[in-house]
């Protein structure tokens, strides 16, 4: 089986399926590596007089055990998840960027291994908890922690694509009759997740940029007591609070589908469930200080976030008495998922209530930093996510693999599951005076420490038993029929596992909410209108369809596959590692990038990447918004909350500073102004290139182009000689914070026009050589233009004049 | 001194009505899930409740947000009520009520705690034991010398802050009338020494605080 | 051809450069009462004329205009949390 072109086929893939698969199996990987780290540190915790696993590397077990979990464990498995499930369930063939669906896979597995690597350097991996406080941090870490600041930017590209990527797949890909109040709450749940990491994402990655630039250069935006400490906890928890969030709300989602399907109820108060998490996840970035309580801020400011606090825990409460609700009067019948989703449903309401406690400052006082806390989230993570996910599992299963499992094992599975979550968790709760992260403690807290890891090896046997019930039906069960559970929905139409294109046929939801799949003339001699009316009304019906995932013909589909992706991947994966491993690895990654960005060129001038579009589609309030510039403004958004947070670090650190000379003292405002008027000058050449490809003259357009490259280079070049003159007075990136800040800053703008005058570069070649670029991608390359002088107009005054 | 009523007094009152509600509202809603599961249970496969879309459609009827509305608006009063609650006693806590008889400086260093005594009692330091007289008010101001320390004494609920270079957090306790010996623990992974930076707090009788400050002194 | 959208990219890079030449000058002669708020609104408001005239935003639908003004709100929120939990807690410098 392992032949070439079974491993080229996985490596090259842009199929959602696939990528769905990959996910997941990459995300189960981590989740073993991390579990064993678990399982590491437990042992040590029951035997705390003896040394098996003590001081860093006790830290570094607990630290990368934390942020495997959370960031390359259960958000990646939800990724997978949604991958898979997402086009089949909203009537779509594939995501609406299959390439960079792709892309984003292949950095997450980079960013993964960069982690794991740290295990292998000098110091161990990263070891300060996987909130990585500052500035022990930089101050107290080895060379892990670079490695780990560097998978925190790479997993902050993988969800920023992969964002954009379901974004606008949910907005735009939807098939006809798919409105927004039919698609699953899993779907719902995917895209409020996606929605907050969208902007807590780029804070954290600038965070880790910082600890980067003061591990390696000498910066020092943590470890100064201007920034330090507070700026830190300000950008982590900005991240880290949603993040909690982002985790929870694709299981809620899928546990609401399952009990649906379960209870043969529909959703108890659907559109209040979905309106009250619509608020959590606007409200969800609104509570991240509560994890700030004792760092001696503001009273007035910490009681706003104690009542955000307080509220956020309402519309969860709303989504677990919804989940009740729909089992009443329902005929419910208890199969393996069900089960699962009401053990997570119970474990949830004891996670949820406990949160309730730390909203309140003074209690917090006495929780901050000990096990009550630890088990508060365990509760939450492992209790419902965790639960949650393994029912959507066994729930979807059927349908992934094609296989029937054994479902009598998976009950016992999850009876180990509850007695392991509980003996687990539990006495962590009676710990509330332990402080965590202490390898070893006073005898007091023996016994429950000791029962708290027999938990966890409960809970170990529990999921091994599990993998040998995936494993078993794999190799041994039963062809899964196209709709094992009686459910409703899209996905449970079609055969298990899908064909490679999903549907024979368009699929429609008529409005009565059945199912058709219709032939593409058909739709078009009929109108799609007519057929979303035509239940009841024969004479609308329309011919050859087939209620069962196939109307009369198949389905022509164009197989997609590229190789780029996995090599910018592999180059980030090498650049990462030549971070600590030294120049000539990093010259090697930067290489493989070059060769994977200038392949990506060639397929796009050879337009050899062809995707299949929808003709028929849904997409209210989107229509008649192209989805390239849907996607584009999404991405650009998460840029402006990029630089935004790089804005507000010199903000931040400027408030705290005593002494801070005026910007012209050094930088001449002058030479600014004319870099300023330049700048501006280009984007004008831009606009105007647009306005002549608009009309099409396209020679004419490229010449202004040319303009726009021009300005560039001299922007770049006035720069240049600042710099240089600035060196030449002996300041550099480790001079003091003000310098720290503009070099830092202006730098990164600076790679940000380099990357715009490729781009331009490429698109005069293009259009010189005879081909005519798309007016959209011309004009997406506008929107990037835009938002390096926007940025412009911000750095220009907080730096020459301020 | 003993109509200042000790902060961890507040604390584990109010904690106790948190459980109490706690145990009240979840409890109730648990049972109220698993009624539902054992008087709705089915083996018929095939039965299925009045709103099903069932196999190849999806839910178009929406249920009414019913009774459960009002559930939802009584809970959330006693979750917002419960906190805004809080708050009078959070201000009792953090804004200290009056003057303390003793002022300590705390610095949390990698890996120990360091107490620097008031001028007025001889301005010695300790490291990490800290003896002081029973029933005192008494003030730590809390900071680090290096990195990010917590600061807690979890016997007295509630007294716990960040150490943070840069930054003083204050807190205070009232010692109890018995003397007495309670750890102090740092709260905040810190490095390799974090499980080792234990102090101890020794609430000592008056007469015993004297010989321990003209020992101090002595020296 | 387009004189109309000519006319509004000229007229924007005039506004910009106009802006740009103003508060240059304004703060050499040193006569702003608040440097960070005013320097700060100046930028806001070339960074609209930009997205409205450069990036295009004038043509396109709420639904997505929806998408930057979200961002845009959000960093408001980071930003002035941030700074007020920095002025309001106890500095201990040096």
Same mark, same amino acid.
């Given at each position: ?139 107290? &870490? ?62 954290? *990655? ?117 989940? =009740? ?33 730390? *909203? ?84 007091? %807290? ?160 050879? !337009? ?67 870099? $300023? ?76 026009? =380099?990357?715009?005058?490729?781009? &331009? ?42 | ?10 604390? %584990? ?46 839910? $178009? ?23 805004? #609650? ?39 330091? &300790?490291?990490? !034991? ?5 029933? $005192?008010? =008494? ?81 | ?11 924007? %890079?005039?506004?910009?450069?106009? $802006? ?32 409205? #005239? ?41």
């Amino acid at each position: 089986m392992a032949t070439w072109s079974w491993v080229k086929r996985w490596l090259t893939t842009t199929n959602h399926k696939d990528i769905g698969i990959l996910y997941m199996v990459t995300s189960i990987y981590f989740f073993l590596v991390a579990g064993v780290l678990a399982m590491l540190f437990r042992t040590q915790l029951a035997f705390p007089d003896k040394e098996i696993l003590v001081g860093s590397e006790f830290n570094q077990a607990v630290t990368i055990h934390g942020l495997l979990m959370l960031l390359w464990f259960m958000s990646p498995f939800e990724v997978g998840l949604a991958n898979y499930l997402i086009p089949l369930q909203i009537g779509a063939r594939d995501l609406a960027f299959p390439r960079l669906n792709a892309l984003s896979y292949w950095l997450y597995l980079a960013s993964g291994l960069v982690l794991i690597a740290g295990f292998f350097v000098p110091g161990g991996a990263a070891d300060m908890g996987w909130t990585l406080y500052a500035p022990q941090n930089v101050l107290l &870490t080895g060379d892990g922690t670079i490695l780990a600041a560097v998978a925190i930017i790479l997993i902050t590209a993988s969800v920023t694509v992969g964002t954009v990527n379901f974004v606008v797949t949910i907005a735009k890909m939807r098939a006809p009759g798919m409105t927004w109040s039919k698609i699953p709450m899993f779907t719902w749940g995917v895209l409020f997740s996606v929605l907050m990491m969208w902007l807590a994402f780029p804070p954290l *990655a600038v965070g880790a940029l910082a600890l980067i630039l003061d591990k390696m250069l000498g910066t020092t935006f943590l470890t100064s007591l201007e920034g330090g400490a507070l700026l830190w906890d300000h950008l982590f928890w900005f991240f880290g609070h949603p993040e909690v969030y982002v985790l929870l709300l694709p299981a809620l989602g899928a546990m609401a589908d399952i009990v649906s399907v379960f209870a043969r109820r529909q959703l108890y108060a659907r559109r209040f469930v979905i309106i009250a998490l619509f608020i959590a996840t606007a409200l969800s970035y609104l509570v991240w200080m509560h994890h700030m309580f004792i760092t001696g801020t503001s009273l007035t400011v910490r009681k706003i976030f104690s009542v955000t606090t307080a509220l956020i825990s309402i519309p969860f409460e709303l989504a677990t008495l919804a989940l =009740i609700m729909t089992l009443y009067k329902g005929k419910v019948v208890y199969r393996a998922p069900l089960l699962y989703v009401i053990a997570g449903i119970l474990f949830f309401i004891i996670g949820g209530s406990t949160g309730v406690f730390q *909203a309140a400052i003074i209690l917090d006082r006495a929780f901050r930093g000990t096990y009550w806390v630890v088990a508060h989230f365990h509760y939450i993570m492992v209790g419902a996510v965790l639960l949650g996910l393994l029912g959507a599992l066994y729930f979807w299963w059927p349908k992934i693999t094609g296989r029937l499992y054994n479902e009598k094992l998976a009950k016992i599975q999850l009876l180990l599951l509850g007695v392991g979550v509980t003996a687990t968790y539990l006495p962590q709760f009676l710990l509330m005076d332990m402080p965590r992260r202490y390898y070893t403690y006073p005898e007091e %807290w023996l016994g429950l420490n000791r029962i708290s890891t027999l938990g966890a090896f409960i809970l170990l046997a529990a999921f091994l038993l599990g993998l040998y019930i995936l494993i078993d039906s794999l190799v041994r069960g039963k062809p899964a029929p196209p709709n094992p559970w009686k459910a409703w929905g899209l996905e449970w139409a079609v055969p298990s596992p899908p064909p490679r294109h999903n549907y024979d046929g368009q699929p429609v939801v008529r409005e009565d909410g059945s199912i058709v799949f219709v032939p593409e003339h058909e739709l078009e001699r009929i109108g799609v209108e007519n057929v979303m009316k035509s239940s009841g009304n024969p004479e609308l019906a329309p011919k050859g369809v087939l209620p069962n995932g196939g109307a009369g013909v198949k389905h022509v589909y164009h197989e997609h596959w590229s190789m780029t992706p996995m090599l910018v991947g592999l180059s980030t994966l090498v650049m990462g590692l030549g971070l600590v491993a030294g120049k000539p690895v990093l010259l090697l990654g930067l290489a493989i990038l070059a060769v994977a960005i200038t392949k990506w060129a060639i397929d796009d001038y050879r !337009e050899r990447f062809h995707e299949d579009e929808p003709r028929f589609r849904e997409d209210w309030p989107f229509s008649g918004t192209n989805k390239l510039r849907l996607g584009m403004w999404t991405f650009i958004s998460s840029e402006v909350f990029l630089f935004g947070s790089l804005i507000s670090v010199y903000l931040f650190i400027r408030s705290r500073s005593l002494a801070w000379p005026p910007g012209y003292e050094h930088h001449d405002p002058y030479i600014g102004l004319l870099n $300023t008027i330049i700048l501006f000058t280009g984007t004008l050449f831009y606009s105007l290139a647009y306005l002549y490809a608009k009309h099409g003259k396209m020679i004419k357009s490229a010449a202004l182009m040319l303009g726009t490259i021009v300005t560039g280079g001299l922007f770049l070049g006035v720069k240049a000689f600042e710099w240089w003159e600035l060196f030449a007075q002996g300041y550099g990136i480790n001079s003091n914070l003000q310098f720290q800040l503009y070099f830092v800053l202006t730098g990164i703008h600076a790679l940000h026009v =380099i990357a715009g005058l490729i781009a &331009t570069i490429y698109m005069v070649a293009k259009i010189l050589s005879g081909r005519r670029p798309s007016l959209t991608s011309i004009l997406m390359l506008g929107i990037y233009w835009g938002i390096v002088e926007i940025v412009w107009t911000f750095l220009f005054p907080m730096f020459y004049l301020m | 001194m003993a109509e200042i009523v000790p902060p961890q007094e507040y604390w %584990w009152m109010l904690f106790n009505y948190y459980l109490i509600a706690a145990v009240i509202l979840a409890g109730g809603v648990t049972m109220l899930l698993v009624y539902f599961l054992l008087r709705y249970k089915t083996s018929n496969e095939d039965e299925y409740g009045e709103d099903y879309p069932g196999p190849g459609r999806l839910p $178009t009827r929406y249920a009414k947000i019913g009774p459960t509305r009002y559930l939802l608006v009584v809970t959330g009063i006693i979750v917002l009520g419960l906190t805004v #609650a809080t708050f009078p006693y959070t201000e009792y806590v953090e804004l200290t009520p009056q003057t303390p008889d003793m002022t300590i400086w705390v610095t949390g260093f990698t890996f120990g705690w360091r107490f620097q005594y008031p001028e007025e009692l001889g301005g010695f330091t &300790t490291v990490n !034991e800290v003896v002081v007289p029973t029933n $005192t008010m =008494i003030e730590f101001k809390v900071t680090s010398q290096d990195v990010f320390h917590a600061f807690g004494i979890p016997e007295f609920k509630g007294a716990k802050v960040d150490a943070i270079p840069g930054i003083v957090n204050s807190l205070w306790i009232v010692t109890p009338d018995e003397p007495g010996e309670y750890d102090i623990f740092c709260y905040e992974l810190c490095g390799v020494g974090h499980s080792l930076m234990v102090a101890k707090l020794k609430v000592v009788t008056p007469d015993e605080f004297q010989r321990f400050l003209e020992e101090k002194a002595g020296r | 051809m387009g004189e109309r959208d000519a006319l509004v990219y000229v007229g924007a %890079w005039g506004a910009l450069i106009s $802006t740009a030449i103003l508060e240059v000058q304004l703060i050499l002669l040193d006569i702003v009462q608040n440097l960070t708020a005013f320097l700060l609104s100046m930028a806001v408001i070339q960074s609209v004329i930009i997205a409205y #005239a450069y990036q295009h935003l004038r043509e396109e639908k709420s639904s997505t205009a929806i998408m930057p003004f979200t961002s845009f709100i959000m960093l408001l929120v980071l930003v002035s949390a941030a700074i007020t939990s920095v002025l309001a807690c106890t500095p201990y410098l040096g």
